[in-house]
């Protein structure tokens, strides 16, 4: 005998008041995959003009039925919300995910995996600063001349969008790089201020050249090394008017990394930076979770080097 997971759901949606209840059954078959069956969805709102967002699905695994819950329907009504008019919009990343049929399950022994919220958020690090590292920070403030403000200011902006108690969601990783390359663009910017280059890549690569940057990928290891070899590995491009002239930036860090050549790991490692950073603005990057984690990941420390080399 098949038994499958009955699931009720609740997400929490601000911006707008919806009251209402799906019947449609060609709409909830629509919503549906061939291994979760929605069977109602519901919209209601409290008293803090909060709509919930409820329903119960059937599900033939526990975990796939999270990974719908979470990624798939949520994300297919998300985009239903955007095509109507609200001007502010905030969804719930993670829903409340109640398994109903839980002690039948447990007859049968059926996994159980209560912990769900797990798939939808990373807990943020806590990090221990010793007082040297403080001490040579301040002391880069104390003698800092403020040319560099703007690079502070999108910095702690990218260090705002984490919530320390719920944690990272998969949402947040594409704002922090956002934010995060900002800061960088202000950083080049300032530092060849005096100086003319065609575009953003010729700057990026002057940039790659300098002294703490090549100092810094020749000293880099465990996680952001291994972030090295997935960029190269990610196919990511720079692409121009002249088709011809399109260039696999992944290609090229493969083949630096091979020949652990360290000046073409600093300037093709900032050009996948680049090529990630253009595909979020643009809306054609593949993998948009995943590679602005790992942009995130090594950008971040090189910005925080350049600063303290910079003062």
Known sequence: MNISYKLKFEFKIRGCEIRDIIEDKNILESLSDEHNIINEI????????????????????????Y????????????????????????????????????KELRLHNKQIFPNY???????????????????????????????????????????????????????????????????????????FRNKKYKSEKFKIEEFAKEKFVLDY??????????????????????????????????????????KNSNEDIAKYSLLCLYSIRNGLVHGNLGDVLYLSRKAYILLKPLIIKALLYSN
């Not at 994300?75 to 993670?94: A, G, M, P």
């Open 42 to 65: 519901c919209f209601t709102c409290d008293r803090n003009k909060t709509t919930l967002f409820s329903g119960r699905v059937e599900s033939e695994d526990i975990l796939d039925g």
């Open 67 to 102: 990974r719908f819950l979470l990624y798939d329907l949520r994300t297919k009504i998300l985009k239903s919300l955007l095509l109507t008019d609200i001007d502010f919009l905030e969804f719930q990343d993670n829903a409340e995910i109640i398994i109903e049929n839980e």
């Open 117 to 191: 919220i797990m798939f939808g958020t990373i807990a943020p690090t806590i990090k221990c600063i010793n007082k040297e590292v403080l001490k040579n920070a301040m002391e880069t403030i104390i003698n800092d001349n403020k040319i560099y403000e703007e690079v502070f200011f999108w910095l702690y902006m990218t260090d705002t969008v984490a919530n320390i108690d719920e944690g990272i969601t998969q949402f947040d990783n594409i704002i922090r790089y956002r934010l995060l390359w900002t800061a960088f663009n202000s950083l080049y910017n300032i530092r």
């Open 217 to 258: 990928f020749r000293s880099i290891y465990d996680d952001k090394r291994s972030c090295l070899y997935d960029l190269a590995r990610s196919n990511l491009h720079l692409y121009y008017k002249d088709k011809r002239r399109n260039v696999n930036i992944s290609h090229e860090l493969k083949n630096s990394l091979n």
